[in-house]
């Protein structure tokens, strides 16, 4: 590996946008964009972060691009639209729920010539629970 950025950044469509973390927990480990989202009696602050969206940060061929953002990954995705033509692999630590499935995830990133290293799991328990996905472009 000659060159690794790491780009430590909230994303979303919006310049800010709000966090709520503990004040106790000095690694930001319980944060959220919810507030008292872990177990809904946690102490929390709200504080402003600033927000790029992925379109603004893809700008060059990227070997990996690397996400963890407990629940949006398919809306970010989405807002990157052509600019995912840059990116050789995706890495993701993906979160089902309503609006999240790993079908939906698979098919939109299939559009872009991307293919999943592993099957999804077989059984719908196994669907519904954090997975880490890999993609690479076919």
Do not use: C, M
Request: charged fraction near 20%; charge should be negative; glycine fraction near 4%.
């Amino acid at each position: 590996v000659k060159t690794v950025q790491a780009a430590v950044v909230a994303t979303g469509e919006q310049t800010t946008t709000t966090l709520y973390t503990d004040p106790s927990n000095d690694w930001l480990s319980t944060s959220s964009f919810s507030p008292k989202a872990w177990n809904n009696s946690q102490d929390y602050v709200p504080i402003e972060v600033p927000t790029v969206t992925l379109k603004e940060l893809i700008t060059e061929p990227l070997d990996l691009l690397k996400i963890d953002i407990e629940g949006a990954e398919i809306n970010l995705l989405q807002s990157a639209g052509k600019e995912l033509g840059f990116v050789k692999d995706i890495i993701l630590e993906f979160h089902p729920n309503r609006k999240n499935n790993a079908a939906d995830l698979v098919a939109f990133l299939k559009q872009f010539g991307f293919s999943l290293k592993q099957p999804l799991p077989a059984s719908q328990k196994a669907l519904r629970r954090l997975l880490i996905l890999e993609f690479s472009r076919e």
